[in-house]
């Protein structure tokens, strides 16, 4: 690992102040009816990730909850597009998105990430820029055979040409979540099936904070 990388956020500008706004998040959750938080959605590329999170995010916008959903490749177009694939770009492209994901949950939604990030300790800086209880890490499991049967974009196939290097889970190493809070086995589970663990989960968040906001 480059060690200029920056493992925290650390602003290189020390002439800068954090400028608070007068809406709160707390205040925002409260109009919008539901706490916010970040869904980390990891896992091997075609295990399931965005499949998952893109019906996800229409459930949750049916339901009237306030989403935003942030993807791996369409982050990689803008801006992320100075990035490319070694470690320290990788590491660099999930401290943008966790700062991005932090900005959305702060403003009261339900932030979706569907990020390969194979590494645990980017995830967990991640987890970091967060309040606690409000990243939730949800481990999108298939193995290896399975994603490269699938392999909708030909990655797998260009992979095994010698087209593409620093392929996660052949030739870049995938760490898996050691204690996610959620794990969907996707060579098992249909994408209606993981949809509807993940809403599961969310109603008991909620459900949790409504007594918190009932007490006070």
């Not at 959605?41 to 995010?57: N, P, R």
């Not at 490269?148 to 087209?163: T, W």
Request: net charge negative; with cysteine; proline share 5%.
């Amino acid at each position: 690992m480059n060690p200029m990388i920056r493992r925290e956020s650390q602003p290189k500008s020390q002439h800068i102040t954090w400028m608070c706004g007068k809406v709160t998040t707390q205040q925002r959750e409260v109009r919008n009816g539901h706490p916010s938080c970040v869904l980390w959605l990891t896992g091997l590329s075609a295990s399931g990730k965005s499949t998952i999170a893109t019906e996800l995010e229409r459930q949750l916008f049916n339901r009237g909850n306030q989403v935003c959903m942030l993807d791996g490749d369409n982050v990689r177009h803008g801006l992320c597009s100075d990035l490319g694939f070694s470690q320290e770009d990788r590491t660099e492209n999930i401290r943008h998105i966790g700062e991005v994901a932090k900005l959305v949950a702060s403003h009261g939604l339900i932030c979706i990430t569907a990020f390969i990030s194979p590494y645990r300790a980017d995830r967990e800086l991640v987890r970091k820029l967060l309040p606690e209880g409000r990243f939730f890490e949800v481990y999108v499991n298939a193995p290896i055979e399975v994603c490269e049967a699938r392999d909708p974009k030909g990655l797998y196939a260009k992979v095994r040409a010698n087209e593409i290097k620093n392929f996660t889970g052949i030739s870049a190493p995938y760490e898996a979540p050691e204690h996610p809070e959620l794990e969907l086995r996707t060579d098992v589970l249909g994408p209606d099936e993981c949809v509807g663990r993940i809403l599961e989960y969310l109603d008991g968040f909620e459900e949790s904070w409504r007594s918190v906001q009932v007490k006070s």
